[in-house]
């Protein structure tokens, strides 16, 4: 039990405030003014708990006053009295604190957190800065400093609703996308229950079918029956570019694939050319059969010395840009894209030959969408491929 002492004045405590030392200072048992050689003071309760001897910091001197530093160790003492360790408790408090903070992550963490991890999937930077900027310009305003495991679906609402009819598609996406970011943050454990940017069962309930809003716009496509008399002009026509675009007529490529074309990539012996992953829109590399006449476009390329590597360089030696490509289809008067193209391809593949739709889908070098379908079509299908670019080189001329 500590000794008792004469309880000292408020004037008696500030001259005490100039000696460093502990000073005891009454009025509550083991209560004392600390002050340190540089002289600043704060306020001790020397308790015994248990068994160990405990000095419990109660605040510093003058921003407690006596008065108060009086008060908050006499509530100590009666804690202590009911069997309660107040260091005990604050020090629990403190790791309660430290761990709840360390298990709330805001939507705008969750975001960087998320496409860091899925960065390797992203197909480019561009990708990835898609996603920071529309989740930057719409998300982050009204969920950005929110705690992920407070996000309701009347947040997730009020982002898409102002712009579900006048950019349905940019809404579209920023729904996938947080979405994806609520579902990284629940599987990681830093939120519970349903994701409020689900769709189905959910959104659809109170937002309308965006493909109701807006039809889809698809590339502007040549009519399948006006390729050959379209290849017979464009090959009038010289330069890089118009053979860049014969080029992807011939094997039904997508523009980016053709246009960073490498002579690396071509096996004349095979009569093949093998696009590499990073330019697949799928990630996964794409053997092309080579018909006869792209053979032949190949075989009369100069190799530039601007750059001998790239099968069409652009002009300063870098990758043809695509509005160089879409030049010659402009200068010949057609309203029609260069991944228009790819349309005409597969409508022709539909109205005039028998291949069956998987084979179309490989020749274009789609995804397979059905797990099933992929898990019996593990092969490329070139000799069937093979075939069918044949024929339509022969029926473009």
């Known amino acids: 039990m500590p000794k008792r002492k004469k309880a000292l004045a408020a004037i008696e405590v500030r001259r005490l405030a100039g000696r460093p030392g502990r000073h005891a200072v009454g009025g509550v048992p083991g209560l004392h003014m600390r002050v340190t050689e540089s002289l600043g003071a704060s306020w001790i309760l020397r308790v015994q708990i248990g068994s160990k001897r405990r000095d419990i910091g109660l605040g510093g001197f003058p921003a407690v006053s006596l008065g108060q530093a009086r008060e908050l160790a006499q509530a100590a003492r009666s804690e202590i009295g009911q069997g309660f360790d107040p260091v005990e408790q604050k020090q629990a408090a403190r790791r309660a604190l430290i761990a709840s903070q360390r298990a709330t992550i805001t939507f705008r963490e969750a975001t960087g957190r998320y496409l860091a991890n899925k960065e390797s999937e992203f197909k480019n930077p561009k990708h990835a800065q898609q996603w920071h900027n529309t989740l930057r310009d719409y998300a982050d305003p009204v969920i950005g400093d929110l705690a992920v495991d407070d996000i309701e679906l009347a947040h997730v609402v009020s982002i898409l609703e102002t712009i579900w009819v006048a950019k349905t598609e940019t809404a579209s996406r ?122 032949a476009l190949l075989s009369n390329m100069p190799r530039l010395a601007v750059n001998p590597d790239l099968i069409f360089p652009g002009g300063r030696g870098g990758v043809l840009s695509d509005v160089a490509v879409t030049n010659p289809i402009r200068t010949l008067g057609q309203n029609v894209t260069v991944h228009g193209f790819r349309s005409t391809f597969r409508d022709w593949m539909a109205e005039c030959t028998a291949a069956p739709h998987y084979v179309q889908e490989a020749a274009l070098a789609h995804a397979i969408s059905s797990a099933v379908e992929r898990a019996y079509r593990r092969g490329d299908l070139l000799d069937k491929r093979r075939r069918l670019m044949k024929d339509w080189c022969s029926y473009i001329g």
């Open 174 to 295: 920023v729904r996938g996308r947080i979405e994806a970011v609520l579902a990284w943050a629940t599987v990681s454990g830093y939120r519970q229950g349903d994701n409020p940017a689900r769709w189905k069962g959910n959104l659809d309930a109170i937002l309308a079918k965006p493909g109701k809003l807006k039809k889809t716009k698809h590339h502007k496509a040549l009519d399948w029956r006006d390729i050959g008399e379209f290849m017979g002009k464009l090959r009038e026509r010289g330069g890089i570019a118009a053979r860049c675009l014969e080029f992807i007529v011939l094997t039904g490529v997508r523009s980016s694939e053709a246009r960073g074309a490498r002579w690396e990539e071509i096996n004349w012996q095979e009569k093949t050319w093998t696009v590499p992953a990073e330019r697949m829109k799928t990630s996964k590399a794409h053997v092309v059969p080579l018909c006869a006449g792209a053979l």
